[in-house]
């Protein structure tokens, strides 16, 4: 390929190519994830991580002034797929801060100075999802897509909402009916995007959103889910501007909660990427902590051993794990709402992940998540429950002296503290405000700009429908809501 960017399949067999501006979510030969890959002697070299610190001082609202203030594109370099300066989509995302965390250090039985929070509750949407989507939509605008949709357990489609409101694009979401927190509901409805609440739980949610994207090309929906090897280029980031904080000394770990596994890959090429220009010395290690209601990802990397293994992951273990989910007719469920998967769809990057950064995956408690959220909040920060699942994961790798009291840590809050008030007033009252919403009394919106919900059975016909398409398009088409519906390989 002579563009120095390309998108490649991780499937070591086959490693087929595709050009920067196809829209992919899966190998077209083999079902397989993509990675975006550059050829790195054909692009402008960084000799020392250095280089990027200048650019927090420029000024202006000109391209380049836009782009060093946005704490993804000031990293431009180490993810150039873009074409030229001018497509790229930011609205001043990942000007996120590493905090010290002294008191709940304290609190933690950590020395001081050794606790950090990055705090990516700080973005434009309130969570770590616009360092993704400033990607994902300058690839959307790169290849001229006007209908952006996602499935999401409330923070995707918040910032989906977000971005399309101001890239001018169509924004459709999926959410699972119920499941989402009501902060993160109502950003997707105030900022304009379709929003569809599908009877059933994320993981169905998902499968439509790439059967539509996949299989019903006249829709013309460019998915931005973390599938989408785009997002993962600007969730990067997040690990760049911890380098940056520190003075580009890693840390001795890096702890995220897991759900879909799209920012722990990502991580996890950030820094195979900087092993490989040159760029650091160190790798700190990775802990990925999941909720124990939904749990997969330490189910088969701690209890089975299921490892990345060259590429070559065990794909009949995983089959088998997602079989007995089928037989139990198992749903995740978990106070951890932005978290509750049980097939993430970037595994087998997160098993890559994981590899190269020495990682380890723990599972945590509803409690555990809720009373280390509440921690968090009271000593000083804030996040949502899911974004506690990485300090309740740290206090565990602390007892099991798998992490020392001496080594520094970087707990990542994912999502903002006001994302799910009702999940702290419960926690503080006993009061479940959601059930009582249920009883609330309901009149016409009467809103210039009121948005509604619609409830839409899980149903490819009527998602078509609701979302303004032909339902002939799909005629015979309806795929029985099972893995098999998808093309290619599902983990
Ligand atoms: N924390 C928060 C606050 C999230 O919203 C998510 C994912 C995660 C952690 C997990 O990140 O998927 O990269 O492992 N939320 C997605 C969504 C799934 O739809 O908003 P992951």
């Known amino acids: 390929?002579?563009?120095?960017?390309?998108?490649?399949?991780?499937?070591?067999?086959?490693?087929?190519?595709?050009?920067?501006?196809?829209?992919?979510?899966?190998?077209?030969?083999?079902?397989?994830?993509?990675?975006?890959?550059?050829?790195?002697?054909?692009?402008?070299?960084?000799?020392?991580?250095?280089?990027?610190?200048?650019?927090?001082?420029?000024?202006?609202?000109?391209?380049?002034g836009r782009l060093d203030f946005s704490g993804v594109w000031r990293f431009r370099e180490?993810?150039?797929?873009?074409?030229?300066?001018?497509?790229?989509?930011?609205?001043?995302e990942g000007r996120t801060v590493l905090q010290q965390a002294d008191l709940l250090a304290r609190?933690?039985?950590?020395?001081?100075?050794?606790?950090?929070?990055?705090?990516?509750?700080?973005?434009?949407?309130?969570?770590?999802?616009?360092?993704?989507?400033?990607?994902?939509?300058?690839?959307?605008?790169?290849?001229?897509?006007?209908?952006?949709?996602?499935?999401?357990?409330?923070?995707?489609?918040?910032?989906?909402?977000?971005?399309?409101a101001l890239a001018e694009m169509k924004g459709i979401v999926f959410i699972g009916s119920g499941k989402i927190s009501f902060g993160k509901l109502s950003q997707a409805l105030d900022y304009g995007a379709l929003t569809l609440q599908i009877q059933g739980d994320f993981d169905a949610c998902l499968r439509r959103i790439k059967q539509i994207a996949t299989n019903v090309p006249a829709m013309g929906i460019y998915l931005m889910n973390s599938v989408n090897p785009f997002r993962l280029e600007g969730q990067k980031s997040i690990m760049y501007r911890i380098l940056e904080a520190r003075g580009w000394d890693p840390p001795d770990w890096i702890i995220v909660p897991g759900g879909n596994l799209g920012n722990c890959s990502a991580f996890g090429k950030a820094y195979a990427e900087l092993r490989e220009l040159g760029l650091v010395k160190k790798i700190p290690r990775l802990?990925?902590?999941n909720a124990s209601g939904a749990n997969t990802l330490n189910a088969l990397y701690t209890k089975q051993g299921l490892r990345w293994n060259d590429g070559n992951v065990d794909r009949e273990t995983i089959g088998k794990h997602y079989a007995a989910l089928d037989e139990a007719n198992?749903?995740?469920?978990?106070?951890?709402?932005?978290?509750?998967?049980?097939?993430?769809?970037?595994?087998?990057?997160?098993?890559?992940?994981?590899?190269?950064?020495n990682g380890v995956v723990r599972e945590v408690s509803d409690d555990e998540i809720l009373e280390h959220r509440a921690m968090v909040a009271r000593w000083g920060f804030g996040c949502e429950p899911a974004s506690a699942a990485s300090v309740a994961g740290l206090r565990k790798l602390l007892d099991e002296q798998v992490i020392s009291r001496d080594e520094s840590v970087v707990c990542i809050l994912t999502g903002h503290e006001l994302k799910d008030p009702n999940a702290t007033v419960q926690y503080h009252t006993g009061i479940d405000m959601k059930s009582v919403q249920e009883l609330a009394p309901r009149i016409e919106p009467r809103g210039k700009l009121s948005n509604r919900p619609i409830q839409v059975e899980d149903s490819l016909e009527a998602i078509i429908v609701a979302m303004g398409g032909d339902p002939a398009l799909v005629e015979g088409m309806e795929m029985k809501q099972s893995k098999s519906v998808l093309p290619g390989i599902e983990y």
């Open 1 to 64: 390929m002579s563009d120095p960017a390309f998108q490649q399949c991780i499937n070591p067999v086959c490693r087929a190519t595709y050009a920067i501006d196809e829209v992919r979510v899966a190998c077209l030969s083999c079902g397989s994830l993509l990675d975006i890959q550059y050829d790195w002697g054909k692009l402008p070299r960084v000799k020392s991580l250095n280089f990027f610190e200048h650019r927090w001082s420029t000024k202006g609202t000109q391209v380049e």
């Open 78 to 92: 180490l993810m150039p797929f873009f074409r030229s300066e001018d497509q790229v989509v930011t609205i001043g």
């Open 107 to 164: 609190q933690m039985h950590i020395k001081p100075g050794n606790l950090l929070l990055q705090y990516e509750g700080l973005n434009p949407s309130g969570s770590f999802k616009d360092n993704g989507m400033t990607a994902a939509f300058t690839h959307a605008k790169m290849v001229g897509a006007r209908k952006v949709a996602c499935a999401s357990t409330g923070n995707t489609s918040a910032s989906l909402g977000l971005f399309a």
């Open 287 to 289: 802990a990925v902590i």
């Open 330 to 357: 198992y749903k995740p469920h978990t106070v951890a709402s932005a978290i509750e998967i049980s097939r993430p769809v970037n595994l087998p990057k997160a098993l890559r992940a994981l590899e190269t950064m």
